[in-house]
């Protein structure tokens, strides 16, 4: 994507340049009651600039708005990893837990087993 974006700006720029180098004539331009005389190669970059700015002002909505939930998912992130780490960890304790009951009852059995054939003689 940079490499498409950098590319792009340069044939821009390019075609900027060779635009305002071609149009050097001086042109007058009225607006409401302004009148200005320039020539057209400013003019043409004044309104190349007024496009950049324009449609860098109206993606900063998208921009922010995609900033805040790239946010907010990190945040959720750490908060599943926390909670993920934590049932791990219940996890690891509930299966030593098992092991030390069967061990405990194993040996119970053995006992009671033990136990067991003296009765019946």
Do not use: C, D
Not at 29 to 38: D, G, S, T
Not at 57 to 74: C, E, F, G, R, Y
Not at 81 to 97: H, L, P, V, W, Y
């Amino acid at each position: 994507m940079r490499p498409l974006v950098l590319i792009l700006a340069i044939v821009v720029v390019a075609a900027t340049v060779i635009l305002a180098v071609q149009n050097l004539a001086t042109v007058s331009v009225y607006f409401v009651v302004w009148q200005i005389e320039a020539s057209l190669a400013a003019f043409l970059l004044l309104t190349l600039a007024a496009g950049f700015l324009a449609s860098f002002l109206l993606s900063m909505p998208t921009v922010i708005q995609k900033n805040w939930k790239i946010a907010n998912h990190k945040q959720r992130i750490v908060q599943l990893e926390k909670e993920s780490n934590e049932m791990i960890e219940t996890i690891s304790a509930q299966r030593k837990r098992i092991e030390y009951l069967e061990k405990s009852f194993q040996q119970e059995i053995e006992s009671t087993k033990s136990i067991e054939p003296k009765q019946k003689q």
